[in-house]
């Protein structure tokens, strides 16, 4: 068994490796930088003994950031826009190619706000941007999904999570249109995951993850406010990027076979704290 170190917040803890994913072989979205969600868990995956591929957007890979955990994971970049079917047709085409066969898991971690980014609020929504939203973060998780599908691309038992997060659920103001992108994300790996479950026994979830410093995370408007926030209010704090990895490598590895169709929630507790005390004693500033 083998022991490696992991960053975890400020400190580097020991983590076991115990082979859960030898043999298998994973497609892996949206590695932007070594903060994203993605990245860590390319490195988990490959610490557990999965083979990998890598894939993101061609202006991702331009960065040349990829390919530093390329070398890591020993894995090859295959880039594809996630909006585009033949992008997504020719990355699973490539990437069974080089496995040899067909894949056993897949991560979609990709999601981008256009109305974000151009400063407009959720009450002005550009339904020109707010198309590209959808179509970026929640509709291509049903391409990649459709492609696999069709080309009978995953195994049966394979396994396919896509990142959300509880704005899905409850309103987080500043979350913005990435709100209703998530909501969709979520039921399409309800349908999908019927669908899918059904005709090949393939099994499709989301995990629903905390406030982490990524790319993506802190481009959310008064991010660090939610981020601290969250971490008053969970119950074991935010899971952090490491945490989320080894999460997904226990949906992508043999031990979740019968889980599908579901938002998991990965939130040191969140989702179902009412408050905490911590909380309430930042409402009393002579107390807190
Ligand atoms: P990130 O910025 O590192 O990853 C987002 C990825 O999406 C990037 O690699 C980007 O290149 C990729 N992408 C954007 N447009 C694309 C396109 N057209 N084709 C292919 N790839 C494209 O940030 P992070 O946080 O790792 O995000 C990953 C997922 O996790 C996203 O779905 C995000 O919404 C979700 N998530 C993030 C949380 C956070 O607080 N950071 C919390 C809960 C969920």
């Known amino acids: 068994m083998k022991i490696s170190p992991y960053f975890y917040g400020h400190k580097t803890i020991k983590l076991m490796a115990y082979q859960l994913l030898k043999g298998k072989k994973g497609i892996i979205f949206g590695a932007l930088d070594e903060k994203s969600l993605a ?15 890598l894939t993101n957007a061609p202006v991702a890979l ?35 190619t080089h496995f040899g066969g067909k894949v056993d898991f897949v991560l979609h971690s990709v999601g981008m706000s256009v109305n974000m980014r151009k400063g407009k609020a959720y009450t002005e929504l550009d339904y020109g941007f707010n198309q590209k939203t959808l179509d970026i973060s929640a509709m291509s998780f049903h391409r990649v999904l459709q492609t696999a599908y069709e080309m009978d691309a995953i195994n049966s038992w394979g396994s396919v999570v896509a990142l959300s ?26 349908s999908f995951g019927y669908y899918y479950g059904m005709k090949r026994k393939v099994r499709i979830n989301t995990v629903s993850q905390s406030p982490t410093k990524t790319t993506a995370g ?18 074991l704090g935010n899971a952090s990027a490491d945490d989320c990895a080894g999460y997904l490598v226990l949906l992508f590895s043999d031990l979740t076979k019968m889980i599908t169709m ?8 969140f989702s179902f704290t009412g408050v905490t005390e911590a909380v309430v004693a930042s409402m009393k500033p002579d107390q807190a």
């Open 39 to 53: 990245w860590r868990t390319a490195l988990r995956c490959f610490e557990e003994g999965a083979q990998l591929v």
């Open 62 to 96: 331009r960065m040349g950031e990829i390919n530093k955990l390329a070398e890591l994971v020993k894995a090859p970049v295959i880039g594809a826009d996630v909006t585009k079917s033949e992008d997504l047709k020719k990355l699973f085409e490539d990437s069974m």
């Open 165 to 190: 997060y509880i704005a899905a659920q409850r309103v987080f103001p500043d979350y913005n249109e990435m709100a209703d992108a998530k909501a969709l994300l979520e039921s399409i790996a309800r």
């Open 218 to 235: 802190s481009g959310v408007k008064g991010f660090d406010g939610f981020f601290e926030y969250a971490e008053k209010m969970s119950p």
């Open 262 to 269: 579901q938002n998991l929630f990965h939130d040191g507790g």
